[in-house]
């Protein structure tokens, strides 16, 4: 299996090289050149196997220049013992008696669904350096709003050869994912707050990346710059494994083996939907693919339209992980739907980064809106299905998960990205509560309130150190970065 870039299909690279690599030099995203098919038998091998099995049954198929021995010590070191609260990893749960199917994807250390990938990318990405005799320190740089800073700290943490330094907006993160970040345990780790918002948190990563003097320094201490943002992919792979997943317990749960089940995602980089693209593609009898979005309808309206335009108000929403108006996974779909046309896909991105918009032809919106339905959903509406999802089915949602629920129906398999807990006030209102005190009490009150427990390394936050309280201005933050890797 071989690796060629959206913008330019003859660059040829190996999935180690290309997990390694990250992103092409043309600025296009990696993609296999051909998707692997699998068939029923497949299904019913992997049916009785555990999530462990799965996962390296799927990556064997993309990642074939990694030998078993390795597919099995990445797979084991990120869903092995004591990693995942749940002995399924990632399991489906009927949301009571008339509600829909639920994938839930956090019962990882940070109880939210990048944890799936986060803690599989550090280990794919050593081993992949060391296949390809590369012996530079691979130092992780990340801005964040929030969920993937946190996922990455906890899945690069004492990873050895490995650093990693995230930047996160000082007053633009939910106060439990401040700390979250603040407490984050490790040697190899690093955290700062940003005097400014997301957006001078990314430029600034953004112009360290781009920094040749800075990367020839850094080369001449053995130090080689990543990212560990979802146009990786090696961090997109290990989510197509939970859908294959998911069908299998669909099936052992009674669902006759190829009959189809729709999907309905909560979307915001267009990553999470794009795994499940690919395991349609492969075979998987996945139906319609529903693209969930927030009040940031960018997405919807380019699945309704064929324009993607950016040039648009940006919305807080309830559901910040999802606020996003640049989904950078879409420019793989495009590639894949257009039968591989990397000059069409390079001419519209590079559209989209002058113009702030591009439209694709009809025929191509069409295919599209044969396998994706796309819709979107405001606060009100999210927060009006946790309330009936918990009164009627006795099923607690978070506020991204709602998002998709309320546009899936009862036989739909909806992906549940978060844990409830992570967003206790918007939770307890959409419950009729009044949220009482500090997010510590928001937690302990949600769980009096539905008897449910609050997720352990939620929990534990409460007695941990913190450990980063340095904020800098978006200007130092080179300095920041010297000092982190120093
Ligand atoms: C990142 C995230 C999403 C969006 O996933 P994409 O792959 O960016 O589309 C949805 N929900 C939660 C909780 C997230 O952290």
């Given at each position: 299996m071989e690796y060629q870039s959206t913008r330019n299909r003859s660059v040829r690279l190996s999935s180690a090289q290309a997990i390694v690599e990250?992103?092409?030099?043309?600025g296009g995203l990696f993609v296999p050149t051909s998707i692997p098919q699998v068939d029923r038998e497949f299904l019913e091998k992997l049916g009785k196997m555990d999530y462990i099995g799965r996962a390296k049954e799927v990556l064997a198929l993309y990642l074939t220049d990694f030998t078993p021995g390795e597919l099995d010590a990445c797979v084991r070191g990120a869903y092995?013992?004591?990693?995942?609260?749940?002995?399924?990893?990632?399991p489906v749960v009927k949301a009571g008696k008339g509600g829909p199917w639920m994938l839930e994807?956090?019962?990882?250390?940070?109880?939210?669904?990048?944890d799936m990938a986060l803690q599989l990318l550090p280990r794919l990405m050593t081993t992949a350096a060391a296949k390809l005799g590369d012996r530079h320190t691979i130092a992780v740089l990340t801005a964040t709003s929030g969920d993937t800073g946190k996922a990455a700290l906890e899945g690069f943490r004492?990873?050895?050869?490995t650093k990693v330094l995230v930047f996160y907006p000082q007053d633009g993160v939910s106060p439990m994912q401040k700390r979250q970040m603040a407490t984050q345990q490790g040697e190899n780790v690093g955290v700062f707050g940003i005097e400014g918002n997301f957006d001078a948190a990314q430029s600034g990563v953004k112009a360290i990346f781009g920094d040749r003097a800075f990367a020839e320094e850094l080369e001449k201490e053995g130090i080689r710059l990543s990212s560990a943002n979802s146009i990786n992919w090696g961090r997109l792979v290990p989510q197509i494994v939970y859908y294959v997943s998911a069908y299998c317990d669909l099936v052992a749960g009674g669902?006759?083996?190829g009959e189809r089940v729709d999907v309905a995602v909560p979307t915001g980089n267009f990553g999470d939907i794009l795994a499940a693209y690919y395991a349609r593609e492969m075979?998987?009898?996945?139906g319609r693919l529903i693209c969930a979005s927030n009040r940031n309808r960018v997405l919807t309206d380019f699945f309704q339209t064929g324009r993607y335009d950016r040039n648009r108000p940006f919305y807080t929403t309830d559901s910040p992980s999802m606020?996003?108006?640049?989904?950078?996974?879409l420019e793989r779909l495009l590639f894949h739907l257009t039968g591989g046309d990397d000059q069409a896909v390079a001419g519209w991105m590079a559209q989209l980064s002058a113009q702030g918009w591009y439209q694709v032809p009809e025929p191509l919106r069409e295919k599209a809106a044969e396998i994706f339905g796309a819709g979107s959903c405001g606060d009100e509406e999210a927060r009006a299905t946790i309330g009936r999802l918990y009164r009627e089915e006795g099923y607690l949602a978070d506020p991204h998960t709602a998002v998709a629920a309320s546009l899936a129906g009862p036989g739909t398999l909806v992906v549940s990205t978060a844990s409830p807990y992570k967003f206790p006030a918007c939770v307890l209102e959409a419950l009729g509560q009044v949220p009482a005190g500090e997010d510590f009490d928001q937690l302990d009150q949600l769980s009096r309130v539905t008897g449910t427990p609050v997720p352990a390394p939620l929990a534990d936050?409460?007695?941990?150190?913190?450990?980063f309280r340095e904020s800098c201005d978006p200007a130092a933050m080179l300095q920041a970065v010297r000092q982190g890797l120093a």
């Open positions: 990250g992103i092409s030099r043309d092995g013992e004591g990693r995942f609260s749940h002995p399924k990893v990632a994807l956090w019962h990882g250390p940070t109880c939210a669904f990048k004492d990873v050895p050869g669902l006759p083996m075979g998987v009898p996945l606020d996003i108006l640049i989904s950078s996974n936050l409460r007695s941990r150190e913190v450990r």
